[in-house]
């Protein structure tokens, strides 16, 4: 740049383009970055992941093609109830339902549309047995798939029969 500038006899020439030079390169690279931005910020706006008593459908973010999977392809199920402490403290069932082909999708989080979640991973727990997979208790690292502190937790916050049902979703030991 100031090798452009090094015959430039007008001294408030000289200033103008030495302070100004960067304006271009840097609006280019931000129409760039904006561009991008756009594009992310639409195809995260039309991302989901909806779940039926049969199958479930993911539209991804970054991926072309959105994902379809029956509950019948599923080979096995990890279940649990995970502590955690800490700043991320909390005490939350895990169901992680795993494919044939090597994928996998967690349904603890699913938000349901109608009923609670309990009455909606039921029906799917249903066609997972049909299935014929293998429920399995969650394996992270040293974590206690079925934590009695998460466990207990769940208690406080479910009613009895809730409790019970939740119990026999993630196939807690008695």
């Not at 195809?43 to 039926?52: D, I, K, S, V």
């Not at 008593?53 to 109830?81: K, N």
């Not at 066609?127 to 690292?141: E, I, K, N, T, Y």
């Amino acid at each position: 740049m100031m090798r452009k500038l090094e015959n430039e006899p007008d001294p408030a020439l000289y200033i103008e383009r030495a302070s100004f030079t960067w304006v271009k390169p840097a609006g280019t690279f931000a129409a760039a970055a904006l561009a991008i931005a756009a594009i992310v910020t639409f195809r995260e706006l039309n991302a989901y992941t909806l779940y039926f008593a049969d199958h479930y459908e993911q539209q991804h973010t970054f991926l072309p093609s959105h994902t379809v999977r029956s509950w019948s392809d599923a080979t096995r199920v990890e279940v649990g109830c995970n502590h955690v402490t800490g700043d991320n403290a909390s005490d939350e069932p895990i169901y992680e339902v795993h494919f044939g082909d090597g994928g996998s999708i967690r349904i603890d989080s699913a938000f349901p549309l109608s009923g609670t979640w309990i009455d909606q991973v039921e029906k799917i727990d249903v066609a997972l047995v049909g299935a014929g997979a293998d429920f399995q208790p969650w394996s992270w690292m040293d974590r206690n798939a079925y934590h009695p502190r998460c466990l207990m937790a769940q208690a406080m916050m479910l009613d009895d029969e809730n409790y019970a049902r939740l119990r026999h979703l993630i196939r807690a030991p008695e």
